[in-house]
């Protein structure tokens, strides 16, 4: 599967809140950094990150590009508050084996009526 392709699934086990799908999509040690939080290595802390944020809030991704680059696919995504990111995903084998994410935290945080971190 190409990674644009991977890309373009892992969106819609995303917006299905589906962490177990989206899980699926990576490699057992696969690394997901979201640079507004840390670090998280394999398969089964990045599910768990999923579903912990699934918890706590709606999530939605609409697709604006996907473009790929050899093994990198990169998505760049908004949601129906206004929040824009993008992503970038190493896919080797058919499976993510790592993921860069950039987004806005604090604006992510007030849009979901959520607590801000202490200073």
């Known amino acids: ?45 990045i599910r768990d990150m999923f579903a912990r944020e699934f918890a706590s809030a709606e999530m939605v991704c609409i697709v604006e590009n996907i473009f790929e680059d050899g093994e990198w696919a990169i998505l760049e995504w908004k949601d129906p508050l ?25 604006s992510f945080l007030r849009m979901h009526g959520l607590p801000l971190p202490a200073e």
């Open 1 to 45: 599967m190409h990674p644009k392709e991977l890309v373009t699934r892992w969106v819609e086990a995303f917006n299905a809140a589906d962490a177990e799908a989206i899980a699926a999509f990576y490699a057992e040690d696969a690394v997901n950094h979201q640079v507004a939080e840390s670090l998280v290595q394999g398969r089964d802390a």
């Open 82 to 106: 206004g929040l824009r990111g993008c992503g970038f995903f190493h896919v080797q084998n058919d499976r993510i084996v790592f993921q860069r994410g950039y987004w806005d935290k604090l």
